[in-house]
């Protein structure tokens, strides 16, 4: 099987376990989750016999691979590569097979296929480096001195055993058989123990080199031998005194030349090679090791099927009867597919009793139960039964009929009665004392209810004046559906007082008083001097709770257009006056803050800790026409100021934890 073929089968088996999950969803009667657990082992049955089916080319294929470079080589025709890596000591004198065999046991041999690749990816760094250089350098040592072109080295079968051997006979003899990383024997005789080393010790090296080679041995020197055609991936230093033959990366002195090189390939084809070898046999146990985890989820799905089946199987329902309004019927609790045992009829006063029933439908007892179920009485009425009477003492309050019901039957409330001064608590069995009635229980005689009260203290209500600008008036206190007694007029310089007002009708003081009243005064303005006056217009900002006041009608155009709200013309200011009021900003709060004053002490003072003066903003009547009353507000932040002609929206403030500050300016009156 492929590997997408393996892919789609654990996705299958993924979605079937997925569809187990939550068998009390069958409710069509059907067999539920139990058709799944066939289909479940199927599909189980299945994936286990594409698993075997893989086994013995999965067991050969890893028996292959546990073989490493050795079965590699045999495959290849490189047989005395092979027979260095069997070696007991009777061809090289050394047990080579013996050091392999512990370094396997440890899991870190060098035989492994995957360590001689990358000992290929430490010759092919070594090519780079050689590419690199171009010419070797000119050492006195070197055959022929150096100066010569260096070409890429080359790999043979022969020398890549003798570097997987040497590697693990070095950690071996070492008195170790851990390797500290994959890829350390196979650099030793390039750059020291460690893969990441070798650029740094190629470079480092050559930066130091001084022209001289060290007693025929150094890492930069090795690489960088013109004379050296071939390598391995692993060995210890070079001996450079071989002026006669080609260089190998090997500790070629142990051994006489008895055994042949095998191959001889470049990196890259050798590399290919060796992939080629490796490729199927991977795949062979990556299909098994795919197929037998398709096989372990196909498992967990049916063991999953298996047991949604039983719980479903297994699962008990409550059966209710509902009387409606008959004597008690027990619940039952039946299993999945039993049926509900038909109980003793029950009985109630007045009615006859015509079965239980499903909703609209009676109910058959020989139905088998599948999920929780409430089976409802129907009655109906008996004929025979007797009439009664209900009657109502309502104790001084509004009368209400009396009421004829069938013996069993139970009364619907009547409409709750009312009585001034005094709250209905309900129907009583007797005129004091007694139990409350409860209106669901049938009726088995005649009766008499009772209402009882409850007497509450009559309601008051505020009615205030607001005098718009002239003398104060009390606001009084009035008990609910009494009358607001006139108060005298008020004054106001300048004006004549003519009248008071609810919104725009003129109030009647003969209208009872059923809610909180505001009332306002009403004025004509007498002749008076013309006097040139500017429009203050008030803007809120939602945001931050400020109110601003400005005459300029493009700053407050501009500020609407910003999202502040206008609320129209506060006051008038006079166009001039001997009392200005000045402007201040406060930017180190969030939204900025407002401040106006007539005091040039305080005025100096906010500007001392930092406040913006933002000259005259206008000017107070010298007349002391209309007041602006000041508020402040030491809960927030911004907007803690308020200004404002209205009394009424003054006492407001105070009332809600604002503190009065006095009179701020006056503006010019009607």
Same mark, same amino acid.
């Given at each position: 099987m492929t590997r997408g073929k393996w892919a789609a089968a654990l996705a299958a088996v993924a979605t079937l376990a997925a569809g187990m999950v939550a068998p009390a969803a069958q409710a069509d009667g059907s067999d539920g989750p139990n058709a799944a657990v066939a289909e479940a082992k199927a599909a189980y049955d299945r994936a286990v016999s594409d698993r075997d089916a893989l086994k013995p080319a999965r067991d050969k294929a890893q028996a292959t691979l546990d073989e490493g470079t050795i079965g590699y080589f045999r495959a290849r025709g490189a047989d005395d590569a092979a027979r260095i890596l069997t070696d007991d000591g009777s061809l090289t004198g050394h047990d080579y097979a013996g050091d392999i065999r512990k370094m396997k046991a440890e899991g870190g041999s060098d035989t492994r296929l995957d360590s001689m690749l990358r000992g290929l990816k430490a010759? #092919?760094?070594?090519?780079?480096?050689? +590419?690199? %250089?171009?010419?070797?350098?000119k050492v006195s040592d070197y055959p022929d001195r150096g100066g010569k072109q260096l070409k890429p080295l080359l790999v043979t079968d022969g020398l890549m055993a003798v570097a997987e051997a040497h590697g693990d006979r070095n950690y071996v003899d070492s008195g170790s058989t851990t390797h500290y990383g994959d890829f350390s024997n196979e650099a030793e005789n390039i750059c020291g123990d460690w893969e @990441?080393?070798?650029?740094?010790?190629?470079y480092g090296e050559k930066e130091q080199f001084n022209g001289v080679d060290s007693n025929g041995a150094g890492h930069y020197l090795n690489i960088v031998n013109d004379e050296l055609q071939y390598a391995g991936s692993g060995d210890l230093v070079q001996d450079f005194s071989m002026a006669s033959d080609p260089l190998y990366v090997t500790q070629r002195q142990y051994w006489d030349n008895?055994?042949?090189?095998?191959?001889?390939?470049?990196?890259?084809?050798?590399?290919?090679?060796?992939?080629?070898?490796?490729?199927?046999?991977?795949?062979?146990?990556?299909?098994? @090791?795919?197929?037998?985890?398709?096989?372990?989820?196909?498992?967990?799905?049916?063991?999953?099927?298996?047991?949604?089946?039983?719980?479903?199987?297994?699962?008990?329902?409550?059966?209710?009867? @509902?009387?409606?309004? &008959?004597?008690?019927?027990?619940?039952?609790?039946?299993? #999945?597919?039993?049926?509900?045992?038909?109980?003793?009829?029950?009985?109630?006063?007045?009615?006859?009793?015509?079965?239980?029933?499903? &909703?609209?439908?009676?109910?058959?007892?020989?139905?088998?139960?599948? +999920?929780?179920?409430?089976?409802?009485?129907?009655?109906?009425?008996d004929p025979s039964?007797?009439?009664?009477?209900?009657?109502?003492?309502?104790?001084?309050?509004?009368?209400?009929?009396?009421?004829?019901? #069938?013996?069993?039957?139970?009364?619907? %409330?009547?409409?709750?009665?009312?009585?001034s001064g005094y709250v209905f608590d309900g129907w009583y069995t007797t005129k004091s004392g007694g139990s409350k009635y409860d209106f669901s229980t049938p009726v088995t005689?005649?009766?008499n209810l009772y209402a009882h009260w409850t007497a509450v203290a009559p309601k008051t209500f505020t009615v205030s004046f607001d005098t718009a600008g002239g003398s104060k008036v009390a606001s009084q206190k009035v008990r609910e559906g009494a009358r607001v007694s006139e108060p005298a007029d008020p004054t106001r310089s300048g004006h004549s007082f003519d009248g008071w007002y609810k919104g725009d009708a003129k109030y009647d003081f003969s209208t009872p008083v059923t809610a909180d009243l505001t009332l306002t005064a009403r004025w004509r303005a007498q002749s008076a001097p013309v006097v040139r006056t500017a429009a203050m217009h008030r803007l809120y900002n939602p945001y931050t709770g400020e109110h601003f006041y400005t005459a300029d009608t493009t700053e407050r155009d501009h500020l609407t257009g910003l999202g502040w709200r206008y609320e129209g013309v506060g006051w008038k200011a006079?166009?001039?006056?001997?009392?200005?009021?000045?402007?201040?900003?406060?930017?180190?709060?969030?939204?900025?803050?407002?401040?106006?004053t007539t005091s040039a002490s305080e005025r100096d003072h906010l500007v001392s800790v930092g406040w913006t003066y933002e000259g005259v903003g206008w000017y107070s009547d010298d007349a002391r026409g209309v007041p602006l009353y000041r508020q402040y507000n030491p809960y927030a932040r911004t907007g803690t100021h308020n200004y404002t002609a209205s009394e009424s929206e003054n006492g407001h403030l105070l009332a809600v934890g604002w503190r009065g500050e006095g009179i701020g300016w006056y503006g010019v009156g009607d």
């Open positions: 010759i #092919r760094q070594m090519n780079k480096f050689r +590419a690199e %250089e171009g010419t070797s350098p @990441d080393g070798m650029a740094a010790c190629y008895t055994f042949s090189q095998g191959r001889v390939m470049s990196v890259d084809d050798y590399e290919a090679d060796v992939n080629a070898y490796k490729a199927p046999l991977d795949k062979a146990v990556s299909d098994y @090791d795919n197929a037998a985890k398709a096989a372990d989820n196909a498992k967990t799905a049916y063991d999953r099927a298996k047991a949604a089946a039983d719980a479903w199987n297994n699962a008990m329902f409550t059966v209710s009867f @509902d009387t409606g309004g &008959g004597s008690d019927v027990k619940a039952q609790t039946v299993r #999945r597919g039993g049926t509900v045992s038909k109980p003793t009829d029950p009985t109630r006063a007045g009615y006859l009793f015509g079965g239980w029933y499903q &909703g609209d439908t009676k109910y058959d007892f020989s139905t088998p139960v599948s +999920a929780d179920l409430t089976l409802s009485a129907h009655w109906r009425a039964a007797k009439i009664f009477t209900v009657s109502f003492d309502p104790g001084n309050g509004q009368m209400v009929s009396e009421r004829s019901v #069938r013996a069993g039957q139970a009364i619907s %409330e009547p409409k709750a009665p009312t009585r005689a005649d009766l006079p166009a001039k006056s001997s009392t200005p009021v000045y402007r201040l900003y406060n930017g180190h709060v969030r939204g900025g803050d407002h401040h106006y």
